[in-house]
């Protein structure tokens, strides 16, 4: 056997590490954005666990609204009320959930900045409010039009204020979540 003297062994060739990486790198970067945008569809199960998000005022902007499903960790569907904001920003929100017997709990947006979201998506099953004010409201819209299931009952809004809002949510998603003032810890549910 003979040995090449000229090869490093043990040590990492940047350019051939920067030739695979990099086009990875992009790719996977490239599928994430398509996913958020919706333009991808992303396969999830939901936990099968119901949390409650509360807030004292929700104001969102590219608001839509329709029935949907989720699956479930049983091999079933959950029914949701679909909810989707472009953009919106929640004044003193809390979010809890038990687990094991304990009570998690985030809160976030109460010193003044509220927390804000983009692309916000928000499944739930049950949602109260002391007032909902709607601007430019379309009811009846087809879902399909909005996302949705294509035939089914939609509406949609240029913007939405909710006041006191409790939602008991399956599953949520954001662009980008920003919690100024974030705490979490145990105990207390919203």
């Given at each position: 056997?003979?040995?090449?003297?000229?090869?490093?062994?043990?040590?990492?060739?940047?350019?051939?590490?920067?030739?695979?990486?990099?086009?990875?790198?992009?790719?996977?970067?490239?599928?994430?954005?398509?996913?958020?945008?919706?333009?991808?569809?992303?396969?999830?199960?939901?936990?099968g666990q119901e949390f409650t998000i509360?807030?004292?005022?929700?104001?969102?902007?590219?608001?839509?609204?329709?029935?949907?499903?989720?699956?479930?960790?049983?091999?079933?569907?959950?029914?949701?009320?679909?909810?989707?904001?472009?953009?919106?920003?929640?004044?003193?929100?809390?979010?809890?959930?038990?687990?094991?017997?304990?009570?998690?709990?985030?809160?976030?947006?109460?010193?003044?900045?509220?927390?804000?979201?983009?692309?916000?998506?928000?499944?739930?099953?049950?949602?109260?409010?002391?007032?909902?004010?709607?601007?430019?409201?379309?009811?009846?819209?087809?879902?399909?039009?909005?996302?949705?299931?294509?035939?089914?009952?939609?509406?949609?809004?240029?913007?939405?204020?909710?006041?006191?809002?409790?939602?008991?949510?399956?599953?949520?998603?954001?662009?980008?979540?920003?919690?100024?003032?974030?705490?979490?810890?145990?105990?207390?549910?919203?």
């Amino acid at each position: 056997m003979s040995v090449d003297s000229s090869r490093a062994q043990g040590k990492v060739k940047w350019r051939r590490f920067a030739i695979v990486a990099v086009p990875a790198v992009a790719i996977a970067g490239i599928l994430v954005g398509l996913t958020a945008e919706g333009a991808l569809a992303s396969s999830i199960s939901v936990s099968g666990q119901e949390f409650t998000i509360t807030a004292n005022q929700l104001v969102g902007t590219g608001f839509a609204q329709f029935g949907g499903s989720l699956p479930n960790s049983k091999n079933g569907q959950t029914p949701v009320i679909v909810s989707t904001m472009k953009n919106a920003t929640l004044s003193h929100l809390c979010q809890s959930v038990t687990v094991l017997g304990l009570t998690i709990r985030l809160t976030a947006g109460a010193g003044g900045s509220p927390a804000s979201a983009t692309n916000l998506v928000v499944d739930a099953n049950d949602q109260t409010a002391s007032s909902a004010v709607f601007s430019n409201l379309s009811i009846g819209q087809d879902a399909g039009t909005l996302g949705g299931p294509a035939g089914t009952f939609g509406e949609d809004a240029e913007q939405v204020t909710i006041n006191n809002l409790v939602q008991h949510t399956w599953y949520t998603t954001a662009g980008t979540f920003t919690l100024p003032g974030l705490s979490l810890g145990f105990g207390g549910s919203c």
